[in-house]
């Protein structure tokens, strides 16, 4: 058993934080569950020609900013959202999200009592 015992249910909701705040354009739950140091880089499908993206937490709050503004951009409504805590202590997780637009790998870090994502590594699945 990893050590995060009653931290789970803080690390999965920072992790549905992350989630709903990019699916739903919701900048409160991205302010919430993302640290000022945010470092975001991703791939997008190879069809698009697997671009690399990178994310920094004012770019994630505007991303998210532009959902709500743009509801076409909003995920569908049963969009898939998995959450696995790989690892966990008590300060730092790994957590695996399996979303609609891909895989994201967070890596988050405990400030007190809050759960907050630090890094995130993703990739679009075609």
């Given at each position: 058993m990893?050590?995060?015992?009653?931290?789970?249910?803080?690390?999965?909701?920072?992790?549905?934080?992350?989630?709903?705040g990019f699916y739903k354009g919701d900048?409160?739950?991205?302010?919430?569950?993302?640290h000022p140091d945010l470092s975001k880089l991703g791939y997008g499908s190879k069809s698009r020609g697997?671009?690399?993206?990178?994310?920094?937490?004012?770019?994630?709050?505007?991303?998210?900013?532009?959902?709500?503004?743009?509801?076409q951009w909003a995920a569908p409504k049963n969009a898939i959202k998995t959450i696995e805590i790989l690892d966990?202590?008590?300060?730092?997780?790994c957590?695996?999200?399996?979303?609609?637009?891909?895989?994201?790998y967070l890596l988050?870090?405990?400030y007190g009592d809050t759960w907050m994502i630090?890094?995130?590594?993703?990739q679009s699945l075609d």
């Open positions: 990893n050590s995060y015992g009653q931290d789970k249910s803080k690390i999965e909701r920072a992790a549905l934080d992350y989630i709903e900048t409160t739950k991205i302010k919430r569950s993302i697997a671009k690399e993206h990178v994310m920094t937490y004012s770019k994630a709050i505007g991303f998210a900013r532009d959902v709500a503004e743009n509801p966990a202590q008590d300060k730092i997780a957590v695996k999200l399996t979303l609609y637009w891909g895989i994201d988050m870090v405990k630090s890094k995130v590594l993703w």
